[in-house]
């Protein structure tokens, strides 16, 4: 497609369970990013992939979350053991490399009961 | 550590007004800095962005300028529109920490017909 993807739109778990979020991001980026936006807040940063090195995790909250890229296509980012503080819009950005302008998903709504 | 502050909303204003949405950042290097647009239901996109001071991003008849001896880039449109209701995102990166986006907290923008 001609963007960013991002599936599930919405997502309702109970506390307690593990969530998968996928990201597809433009074809040829280089650099995928992660965000959270949680209700009335800004955006904070989570994780970031470049080519082939070692990601960026310094925005994880916890070591309930982790993500995974595939070369440079999909990636999924995982929480386990979910709890209501996780519930928030997660975005996925992904841009050509370094200093280029990131573009947007749509998110992925997360609600943890 | 790096950060933006923008003026809290929500901002209301009649159409053809002014508008101005403040912005300040703090950075330890020379940053880019952004302007991101959310409108209702839809994805994050970028307005607009300056790389360097003194330089002025403008679209959509959104302009701001890099100031550096302010640590400023607020947002002026000079008669604003229904359509430009949305949430604002000022925001900044830095090359030295990855082109990651550190965002502002958003400012809710509704204009009155």
């Known amino acids: 497609g001609a963007g960013v993807s991002q599936s599930p739109s919405n997502k309702v778990t109970e506390k307690g369970k593990d969530v998968e979020l996928r990201c597809d991001p433009i074809?040829?980026?280089?650099?995928l990013y992660w965000y959270r936006q949680r209700l009335g807040q800004g955006l904070e940063f989570l994780i970031y992939?470049?080519?082939?090195?070692?990601?960026?995790k310094s925005g994880l909250p916890s070591d309930r979350f982790s993500a995974e890229r595939t070369g440079e296509s999909v990636s999924t980012l995982t929480i386990q053991r979910t709890q209501q503080e996780d519930s928030a819009v997660y975005l996925c950005?992904?841009?050509?490399?370094?200093?280029?302008?990131?573009?947007f998903g749509p998110g992925t709504r997360l609600l943890v009961l | 550590g790096d950060s933006v502050t923008q003026m809290e909303g929500p901002v209301t204003l009649s159409e053809e007004a002014f508008l101005t949405i403040n912005c300040t950042y703090t950075?330890?290097?020379?940053?880019?800095l952004f302007w991101y647009v959310q409108y209702p239901g839809e994805g994050l996109q970028l307005l607009l962005k300056?790389?360097?001071?003194?330089d002025k991003g403008s679209n959509k008849g959104f302009e701001a300028t890099y100031r550096k001896e302010t640590t400023s880039f607020h947002l002026e449109k000079g008669s604003v529109q229904v359509s430009d209701s949305a949430v604002y995102f000022c925001?900044?990166?830095?090359?030295?920490?990855?082109?990651?986006?550190?965002f502002g907290s958003g400012t809710r923008l509704s204009i009155r017909p």
């Open positions: 925001a900044l990166s830095l090359y030295s920490s990855a082109s990651k986006i550190i």
């Open positions: 950005a992904s841009s050509f490399g370094l200093q280029e302008t990131q573009y």
């Open positions: 992939f470049q080519g082939n090195s070692a990601p960026d």
């Open positions: 300056a790389t360097k001071a003194d």
């Open positions: 074809s040829g980026h280089t650099a």
């Open positions: 950075a330890t290097g020379y940053p880019s």
